[in-house]
Every structure is written in C-alpha cells, then in structure tokens.
C-alpha cells in the first residue's frame, strides 16, 4: 500500500479516527485490507511448515499491520492526535491525553540525547576529527 492509498483510506473513514473512537484489529485490518490468517487456515498452512516458515508467515503479517498502523499514527499526530494500540484494540487520545504522550517524546529525546553526549564525548577526539564529525552535531547537543 502506498502513501496515498493510506491517506485516502483514512480519509474515507475520518469519521473512524476522531478522538476517543476505538477500531478493533480486525477491523482496522478489514479497512486497509491486510491479509491475516484464520486460526483454522494457520492450522492447515503450520502443519507440516519449518520454524522458519511459521516465523515468516507471522512476520510478514505483524509487519504489514505495523506498516500501516505507523503511517496512520504519524498521519494522526500532524493532525494534534495520538494513535495507540492497547491489547486488540487501536485508540484515538482524547485531546486532554495528549501532554501525556508529548512528555513521553519529549522524556525519550533527553535520554537519547544524553547518550549521544555521552558517545560523543567518549569518542577520541583524533578519530572523530579523521571522520568529519559533524558540527551540527556538537552544537544540537550544547542544547
């Protein structure tokens, strides 16, 4: 699935994404179309499947859904909503939710940032100057 067909999808279904509304998986798999095998056919396909054919089969399948449902959480959050799954179900935050998860971003940048420091830092400064460390690097993390 491409980028527009995305955004057309959750277009024709805007009346789905507003705060607060909840899509069960299968149906949000039903909108964008997302091949999931039924138990009984999993069954049939696995029995006589390798680890490595069941493990493919399931990757491929968790893979397309998080695909999708990526697109459609960075789609959302340009439009100031945040887009969860919890257990079987995908939920929209209600716009009061949302400085809870901006404080999450913000929490996990400082942590990164740390780090990047940290690495940097470490590195030797003789390495780092043969690589052509960016500068634009130093100057984000004087921030």
Do not use: W
Request: hydrophobic fraction near 40%; charge should be positive; charged fraction near 25%.
């Amino acid at each position: 699935m491409n980028k527009s067909e995305a955004v057309e999808i959750i277009t024709k279904n805007s009346h789905r994404f507003g705060y607060g509304e909840v899509i069960h998986e299968d149906d949000f798999r039903r909108m964008f179309n997302l091949d999931v095998t039924s138990n009984d056919a999993f069954e049939c396909l696995t029995t006589n499947a390798s680890k490595a054919e069941i493990k493919r089969l399931l990757e491929n399948e968790t893979l397309q859904e998080l695909q999708a449902s990526d697109f459609v959480r960075t789609h959302l959050l340009a439009n100031g909503k945040y887009f969860c799954k919890t257990g079987c179900v995908y939920r929209i935050a209600l716009p009061s939710e949302n400085e809870y998860f901006a404080a999450r971003y913000r929490t996990k940048a400082i942590k990164a940032m740390k780090k990047a420091k940290v690495l940097t830092s470490a590195t030797p400064k003789e390495v780092a100057v043969m690589n052509g460390t960016s500068n634009s690097l130093v100057f984000m993390m004087a921030i």
